[in-house]
Nanobody, 126 residues
Framework: VQLQASGRGLVQAGGSLRLSCAAS????????MGWFRQAPGKEREFVAV????????SYADSVKGRFTISTDNAKNTVYLQMNSLKPEDTHVYYC????????????????????WGQGTQVTVSS
């Protein structure tokens, strides 16, 4: 299984950026796909998750209303659209995949995830 994240960038506060995570190596229809982020010296934190089977989503309070997670089934790709970016959104962002019950499964903790992509840096300047 491979998760390939892309979309790193430097943007000004208030700007937008879209991250992509291309998944390969198996069928992901029974998986939840999540985005996490980590700042230097801090714990990796949950950002958003989408259940690939039913499209249900969950978000961290800090990004709710600004970030949107979505999938493109034909491309086996998960996206994180980030709008109204703030300097505190500056982190390395990671995508991850979690196997679980097909419907409604939206894990929010690192240990619930089975596969991780490499990180991609997002920097928001003030």
């Amino acid at each position: 299984v491979q998760l390939q994240a892309s979309g790193r960038g430097l943007v000004q506060a208030g700007g937008s950026l879209r991250l992509s995570c291309a998944a390969s190596g198996r069928t992901f229809s029974n998986y939840a796909m999540g985005w996490f982020r980590q700042a230097p010296g801090k714990e990796r934190e949950f950002v958003a998750v989408i259940n690939w089977s039913d499209g249900s989503t969950s978000y961290a309070d800090s990004v709710k209303g600004r970030f949107t997670i979505s999938t493109d089934n034909a491309k086996n790709t998960v996206y994180l659209q980030m709008n109204s970016l703030k300097p505190e959104d500056t982190h390395v962002y990671y995508c991850a995949a979690a196997a679980g019950p097909a419907l409604g499964y939206r894990p929010r903790y690192r240990h619930q995830y089975d596969y991780w992509g490499q990180g991609t840096q997002v920097t928001v300047s003030s």
